[in-house]
């Protein structure tokens, strides 16, 4: 059974910095191309960020670019998402998930966690 | 960035009847390969999403029959032949032909 048990989340003050966690399990993860999604009340569902499988390249949502990085860490099968200079915009509830658009694979999403910025 | 217009954004059916969701996309999903990048996801209450059908027409592991997934080029649609209780939720489409991935606005399925 494939999980993807989330981390880190909470309140943070607009300017300063937060990282997520997403750790799986049941999964060849280091085949798996990642994803992040966040979604929020006011946009919806928002791609945020992807790396690819072996995390030679990575790429970021333009409203993120330069203050979000995603990497990836297969001996330990975790995806991060560090976060700085973080907004009031960027509050959501942040999934992470192999989203393959492709239908390629199997689609699994972890359960989600919520990052409220505000002062 | 493509714009994907779902419609309507609010669904209110009767079980056991049938319900469709409409997506339009502001370019052409066709991908050079000849593919269409289209998915339908469901989002039930307090749950993540959950892909229900990829590249227009097909269905994921363990989705019902009763789902189906159509179109081309700019407009798909996905219908529910009778709808059940657990249908309940809000259906997403997502293209996945040009970067980035793009999601619609979400269309609430209600009983």
């Known amino acids: 059974q494939v999980q993807l048990v989330q981390s880190g989340g909470g309140v943070v003050q607009p300017g300063r910095s937060l990282s997520l966690s997403c750790t799986a399990s049941?999964?060849?993860?280091?085949?798996?191309?990642m994803n992040w999604v966040r979604q929020s009340p006011d946009k919806g569902l928002e791609w945020v960020a992807s790396i690819t499988y072996d995390g030679s390249n990575y790429f970021h949502a333009d409203s993120v670019k330069g203050r979000f990085t995603v990497s990836r860490d297969n001996s330990l099968n975790t995806l991060f998402l560090h976060m700085r200079s973080l907004r009031p915009e960027d509050t959501a509830v942040y999934y992470c998930t192999t989203l393959d658009t492709l239908g390629t694979t199997d689609d699994y999403w972890g359960q989600g966690t919520l990052v409220t910025i505000s002062s | 960035d493509v714009e994907m217009t779902q419609f309507p954004l609010s669904l209110s059916v009767t079980l056991g009847q049938p319900a469709s969701i409409s997506c339009r996309s502001s370019q052409s999903l066709v991908y050079s390969d000849g593919n269409t990048y289209l998915n339908w996801f469901l989002q039930r209450p307090g749950q993540p999403p959950r892909r229900l059908i990829y590249k227009v027409s097909n269905r994921d592991s363990g989705v019902p029959g009763r789902f189906s997934g159509s179109g081309s080029g700019t407009d798909f649609t996905l219908k529910i032949s009778r709808v059940e209780a657990e249908d309940v939720g809000v259906y997403y489409c997502l293209q996945g032909t040009h970067w980035p991935p793009e999601f619609g606005q979400g269309t609430k399925v209600e009983i």
């Open positions: 049941g999964l060849a993860f280091s085949s798996h191309a």
